[in-house]
T-cell receptor, first 113, second 113 residues
Framework: GENVEQHPSTLSVQEGDSAVIKCTYSDSASNYFPWYKQELGKRPQLIIDIRSNVGEKKDQRIAVTLNKTAKHFSLHITETQPEDSAVYFCAASKGTNAGKSTFGDGTTLTVKP | NAGVTQTPKFQVLKTGQSMTLQCAQDMNHNSMYWYRQDPGMGLRLIYYSASEGTTDKGEVPNGYNVSRLNKREFSLRLESAAPSQTSVYFC????????????FGPGTRLTVT
C-alpha cells in the first residue's frame, strides 16, 4: 500500500520567516495530495491541495509544489504569523479505492513572535 | 448545516467494557471513514465505507467493528476495550466521485483504564 513520509517532525521559525514541510510518497498511482492544518484540540482542516496534473498551486501565503517523477510534494508558508502555529499533515490518495488517504505523521510548526 | 458530528466528545472506559462511537453527516457524501490519532502520530485509518451498505478494513482494524447504518451514519464499536485503544477518534466524509477533500468531525477523546 501507500507509504507517506513527512519531514521535519518539528519546525520552529521566527515570525515573518518562511517554513517548508516536505513529504514523499511511494505509490505512483496516487493523484491527489492535500495538506491539513490541525490546531490544538481541533479537527484537521484542509488548507491547500494539489492534483497530479499540476506542478504548483498558490493561495495567498501558502503554496504547494509537486514533483511526480521524484514522488514528493512540499508545503511552503511565507511571511509566517503566530496563528500559523499548528500541526500540519500531508496526505496522498487515489481517485479509486474509495478515495482512501494515507497521512504523514505530521509536522509541529511553531512561529515565534 | 451541521457538517460532520460525533458523539460522545469524551469517554472513559474500563478495560473490557464496550461502547459505540457515533458519526453522522448531513453533507450527502458517499464515503465515510474512521481514523485514530495517537500523540505525535498521524491519522491511521481503522475502517471505511465507500457507500451505503459496504465497509472495508483500513490499516488498523483489529479490536473494532463498524456499521454503515444508512448514508448519513457510520458507527464504530469497541467490543472489549483495551488500554492500547486510548486515542482520539475522528470520523471523516468525502464525496465520491468529486473533489477529494475529506471533511472531519470534531473527534472523540477516548481513555481506557
Amino acid at each position: 500500500g501507500e507509504n507517506v513520509e513527512q519531514h521535519p517532525s518539528t519546525l520552529s521559525v521566527q515570525e515573518g520567516d518562511s517554513a517548508v514541510i516536505k513529504c514523499t510518497y511511494s505509490d505512483s498511482a496516487s493523484n491527489y495530495f492535500p495538506w491539513y492544518k490541525q490546531e490544538l484540540g481541533k479537527r484537521p482542516q484542509l488548507i491547500i491541495d494539489i492534483r497530479s496534473n499540476v506542478g504548483e498551486k498558490k493561495d495567498q501565503r501558502i503554496a504547494v509544489t509537486l514533483n511526480k517523477t521524484a514522488k514528493h510534494f512540499s508545503l511552503h508558508i511565507t511571511e509566517t504569523q503566530p496563528e500559523d502555529s499548528a500541526v500540519y499533515f500531508c496526505a496522498a490518495s487515489k481517485g479509486t479505492n474509495a478515495g482512501k488517504s494515507t497521512f504523514g505523521d505530521g509536522t509541529t510548526l511553531t512561529v515565534k513572535p | 448545516n451541521a457538517g460532520v458530528t460525533q458523539t460522545p466528545k469524551f469517554q472513559v472506559l474500563k478495560t473490557g467494557q464496550s461502547m459505540t462511537l457515533q458519526c453522522a453527516q448531513d453533507m450527502n457524501h458517499n464515503s465515510m471513514y474512521w481514523y485514530r490519532q495517537d500523540p505525535g502520530m498521524g491519522l491511521r485509518l481503522i475502517y471505511y465505507s465507500a457507500s451505503e451498505g459496504t465497509t472495508d478494513k483500513g490499516e488498523v482494524p483489529n479490536g473494532y467493528n463498524v456499521s454503515r447504518l444508512n448514508k448519513r451514519e457510520f458507527s464504530l464499536r469497541l467490543e472489549s476495550a483495551a488500554p492500547s485503544q486510548t486515542s482520539v477518534y475522528f470520523c471523516a466524509t468525502r464525496p465520491i466521485p468529486g473533489p477529494y477533500e475529506q471533511y472531519f468531525g470534531p473527534g472523540t477523546r477516548l481513555t481506557v483504564t
